[in-house]
């Protein structure tokens, strides 16, 4: 297939390169991880491209670059000079010219601040306009486009702008699925688009020269665990077992005082148990499950104690479900008269030194809890109060795996902590979500031909393209990942190099099952955790 011969134009500063000093011109664009470069061999002739010389390049000149065929030179790279190297021997000499995009600018600056309740574009924005410097719009059309996603708070100290934009691309969503590429574009606009969602009009279709398809299992993960927020409680709400004497998980009674009842005295909710004693030793109010439950994942023991009165210690018992009078733990401390305040204590196996143990206690078998009050003498008078009685301090979790995959590929783990979520369905749509990203292998292509013929408009990373491989019975479209050009003076070639990539998107499912909660999507992060 015949193409027209390439065509180049290039200039930095107030000078013009001539395409017949061109020896060798590489372009290489990158999106998201990385940004765009470029590397021109010119001939040097008497010193023209070097210091005094008639087209003095220097380092930190601006600059741009063109690439086409026949009437069609479309521009490639708004760049930068970064580095010149001058090569010579005794008949001849050159300069190699390199440098980046003008997205070299997203290094230059680190940020140290807070963004609360941002929308992830805002932060995008925010960072272009006051630190980095690049344009975002064109005739009046914003660049960077809208998110689903809102931050509660991002946290930063000297963290690179780059670093962040990138975060905020991996991590926010749009009509449910995760992520997002940015670019600089070849006229120099910065670019902030969700993934996928650009499709370039080049047909490859009869151009493909070479190329190099590869499925790989690497990146596949068939058993999926999330761990979400260390919040998990029972009771779940964290107060129904004082807010009714009866709750549905159990019941409360009086073991060594006078009178039970429910009072409008509390710190949550609506009401504390309230256990008043007379012409007793102790106050002990007594809460027996329905079921027994196993408290051994939980963190801690919570509660608000408050005594009035004579009383002046507090003390819990947890008793195991075969015998109340032998198997038990105890934990005791001191309160102050007549102020609510709350005893976070310790519990399971590795807190066991701060209990009492007697008989046969089982953390794993919990069935009847009591919360006591000592009075002073056999005789005293006094009351407590009881509200937010719970066991918390569990991660919410859930795990998903597709056995299919297991069979193919073996048994492949990926286990992650996402401090977002806040109940077990939360971590098992985010784990469904990544299961059915990672499940399957990912297919990497990457393609050269000299005769792609992109007219005016140039393949760009980030968008979408069409490729079809009879021979490997591969169609559909790939995401292109980079782009190189490649123009050669000697063999009067234009080589484009894509890099490509297919694999499944990321489904946002777990961010639209915190949309009411907006304050649970709060991602918090400090320099060096990027």
């Not at 680190?110 to 309740?117: E, M, Q, R």
């Not at 009401?271 to 004693?277: N, R």
């Not at 099952?513 to 320099?527: D, Q």
């Amino acid at each position: 297939m015949s193409v027209e011969i390439p065509k180049l134009s290039a200039a930095f500063g107030q000078y013009s390169i001539p395409q017949a000093d061109v020896i060798e011109c590489r372009v290489h664009l990158g999106c998201t991880k990385e940004v765009s470069s470029f590397e021109l061999l010119l001939q040097n002739w008497n010193g023209k491209y070097s210091p005094g010389g008639s087209i003095p390049l220097a380092v930190g000149m601006d600059g741009s670059i063109s690439i086409g065929r026949g009437t069609n030179v479309p521009q490639i790279i708004t760049c930068r000079i970064e580095s010149l190297r001058y090569i010579s021997t005794p008949v001849e000499n050159y300069v190699r010219v390199a440098g980046r995009c003008v997205g070299e600018r997203l290094f230059r600056r680190v940020f140290t601040g807070t963004f609360i309740n941002q929308k992830g574009e805002d932060i995008v924005k925010h960072l272009l306009d006051y630190y980095v410097g690049l344009s975002h719009t064109r005739d009046s059309t914003e660049l960077v486009e809208a998110t689903d996603t809102t931050y509660a708070k991002l946290e930063y100290k000297d963290t690179p702008v780059f670093d962040i934009i990138k975060y905020i691309a991996e991590s926010a969503d749009k009509q449910g699925v995760i992520g997002y590429d940015f670019r600089v574009a070849p006229d120099g606009k910065f670019e902030f688009f969700p993934r996928l969602s650009k499709t370039s009009s080049v047909s490859l279709s009869e151009r493909i020269e070479e190329y190099e398809y590869c499925k790989d299992i690497h990146r596949v993960r068939n058993k999926i665990t999330i761990y979400g927020a260390a919040d998990k409680s029972v009771p779940l709400d964290k107060d129904a077992w004082t807010e009714s004497l009866t709750p549905a998980d159990g019941e409360w009674s009086i073991l060594i005082g006078t009178q039970l009842t429910l009072d409008s005295d509390r710190v949550r909710g609506n009401y504390s148990v309230k256990l008043y004693g007379s012409g007793v030793s102790e106050l002990s109010a007594v809460f027996t499950l329905n079921n027994a439950i196993d408290v051994s994942p939980y963190k801690h023991l919570n509660l608000w104690h408050k005594i009035g009165g004579e009383a002046y210690n507090g003390y819990i018992l947890l008793y195991s479900t075969t015998n109340y009078e032998n198997h038990y733990a105890t934990h005791a401390y001191t309160l102050d008269k007549d102020s609510w305040q709350t005893v976070q204590i310790p519990i399971g196996k590795e807190a066991e030194d701060r209990w009492k143990i007697r008989g046969d206690f089982s953390w794993s078998n919990i069935k009847r809890i009591r919360v006591a009050a000592d009075l002073p003498g056999m005789s005293g008078t006094g009351t407590e109060w009881i509200d937010g009685l719970f066991f918390g301090g569990r991660r919410y979790s859930a795990i998903e795996q597709d056995i299919s995959s297991q069979n193919a590929y073996g048994l492949r783990e990926l286990t992650e902590t996402d401090e977002e979520l806040y109940s077990d369905n939360e971590c098992s749509l985010r784990a469904k979500a990544l299961l059915n990203h990672l499940k399957n292998p990912a297919e990497h292509l990457t393609v050269r031909s000299t005769v792609i013929d992109y007219g005016a408009t140039p393949l760009l990373p980030g968008d979408k393209i069409h490729v079809t491989l009879p021979n490997e019975n591969v169609s559909g479209y790939f995401r292109i990942i980079s782009v190189e050009y490649h123009v050669d003076a000697k063999t009067q070639t234009l080589e484009v190099t894509l890099e490509l990539g297919r694999e499944a998107p990321l489904l946002a499912d777990y961010l639209y099952a915190l949309k009411s909660k907006t304050s649970h999507l709060s991602r918090y992060k400090v320099a060096g955790l990027i």
